[in-house]
T-cell receptor, first 113, second 113 residues
Framework: KQEVTQIPAALSVPEGENLVLNCSFTDSAIYNLQWFRQDPGKGLTSLLLIQSSQREQTSGRLNASLDKSSGRSTLYIAASQPGDSATYLCAVRGVNQGGKLIFGQGTELSVKP | GEEVAQTPKHLVRGEGQKAKLYCAPIKGHSYVFWYQQVLKNEFKFLISFQNENVFDETGMPKERFSAKCLPNSPCSLEIQATKLEDSAVYFC???????????FGPGTRLTVL
């Protein structure tokens, strides 16, 4: 059974810092991995999708990497801003699991001005 | 539309009452997924559709939960005889194909009293 873990559960950093959020999964048989952002009381905003054949994806100040064999992904946020404060979730789509996503517990990020 | 739409935003029901939630996927997307967020960051997959056909229902508590996606109508998730533990935010997501990026709606917060 696929399990997804995110570390740390919470992170507080001063504005301007570069930071890394970690995601690990137990079954390396995945089609893709998706990073989301969730603001309090809101829905999920898709940030990046990495296919299993890819090593990384970039969007603006965000860079996500994938090491499928070791079951790990990282989300790198450069030059963090207070507006980046949110909960970040990673989710994997497993092979032969239909299209459903298995979510981690999330990392709650707070960027202090 | 360009976004996944969910109605209502909030729903309050007494224990034992019926609840019905609606989702309009992004135009042109063939797949619809329903997820339940019970605790702060705990997402549980419920059911998915490929057009009007059930694709994967492995997460559905079949006794009281049912769902439909009919042509030219919003998809729906219905809970008969709600229980306190059904209190959660229910998210709908859609994708072009089963393996593509999933886009989430804003969610429906169900409170069972």
């Amino acid at each position: 059974k696929q399990e997804v873990t995110q570390i740390p559960a919470a992170l507080s950093v001063p504005e301007g810092e570069n930071l890394v959020l970690n995601c690990s999964f137990t079954d390396s048989a995945i089609y893709n991995l998706q990073w989301f952002r969730q603001d309090p009381g809101k829905g999920l905003t898709s940030l990046l999708l990495i296919q299993s054949s890819q090593r990384e994806q970039t969007s603006g100040r965000l860079n996500a990497s994938l090491d499928k064999s070791s079951g790990r992904s990282t989300l790198y946020i450069a030059a963090s801003q207070p507006g980046d404060s949110a909960t970040y979730l990673c989710a994997v789509r497993g092979v032969n699991q239909g299209g459903k996503l298995i979510f981690g517990q999330g990392t709650e990020l707070s960027v202090k001005p | 539309g360009e976004e996944v739409a969910q109605t209502p935003k909030h729903l309050v029901r007494g224990e034992g009452q019926k609840a019905k939630l609606y989702c309009a996927p992004i135009k042109g997307h063939s797949y619809v997924f329903w997820y339940q967020q019970v605790l702060k960051n705990e997402f549980k997959f419920l059911i998915s559709f490929q057009n009007e056909n059930v694709f994967d229902e492995t997460g559905m508590p079949k006794e009281r939960f049912s769902a439909k996606c009919l042509p030219n109508s919003p998809c729906s998730l219905e809970i008969q005889a709600t229980k306190l533990e059904d209190s959660a935010v229910y998210f709908c997501a859609s994708s072009q194909s089963g393996g593509d990026e999933q886009f989430f709606g804003p969610g429906t917060r169900l409170t069972v009293l």
